[in-house]
């Protein structure tokens, strides 16, 4: 019984720890799909910044030409020197703030590429951790259910075949009784029988007794003789001759 216990303890722990794997891989895919969102948002939030930076430009380049076309061709030598010279310089802020962000651009997706690849690697190691620990749960599971299952198995064979023998027992105790009844009431019957012989035997003596001593009285006197006629008669089962023959007989010793 403590061992089915342990087995089932057993069980579900595997079972709790099978249950927290999943949690966590599923943990980990919320994660990573967090992940993804922030890097889109960041993307969205640089593909912004470029609407904005071309934008920006448009606006210089409408500010140039409008300041291009306001500008008299008349003008004295130095103001159309002055001119070019800067918008040639605001040419060249643009195009070094246009390089900058393209670079600064192209070093952050560099850095979104590399931390989505290091983070995609550690996920996929940790799910690949986590299914291992999975598999060897599921497996260890397995073997327990199976363990449990053959103990299970040898408990019910054990508790039948305990079932089956004292079944049998209870039938060889109740085969006996039978027997034992059977003999019993066997000599109960002989001994009644015996009594009875015995009491019959008993009663024969006393009534041969009886018989004896009334004959006896009965012949002590002459006048009683006669009355015995009957009671002979009676016992010795006499036909009318044999009546008759007791009569003379009884008569003739009277007279004597």
Known sequence: MARKQTNNQQKRNLQEQI???KNEIEELKLEREE???????????????????KR?????????????????LDASQECCHAAPT?????RSRTDGFEGLYKSTEHETLALQNEFLKEKDRSTQQV???LSQRLDQASLSLRQWQEKYDDLYTLHVTKKKWVDKMGLEIQIKEIEQAKTRE?????????LRNEIRKMKQAQDESLNIEYLRNVIIKFLEKKTTRPQLVPILSA???????????LHQIVQNSIAV
């Open 127 to 129: 799910i690949h951790d």
């Open 35 to 53: 992940n993804k969102k922030s890097v889109l948002h960041f993307m969205q939030e640089a593909e912004m910044s470029q609407n904005e930076l």
């Open 235 to 245: 016992l010795l089962q006499c036909t009318h001759e044999d009546k008759t023959k």
């Open 86 to 90: 800067g918008l040639e310089n605001e």
């Open 56 to 72: 920006a430009q448009e606006v210089i380049s409408q500010l140039t030409s409008q300041k291009s076309e306001n500008t008299c």
């Open 182 to 190: 059977i003999q019993l009431r066997s000599l109960n019957k002989v």
């Open 19 to 21: 249950k927290k794997l």
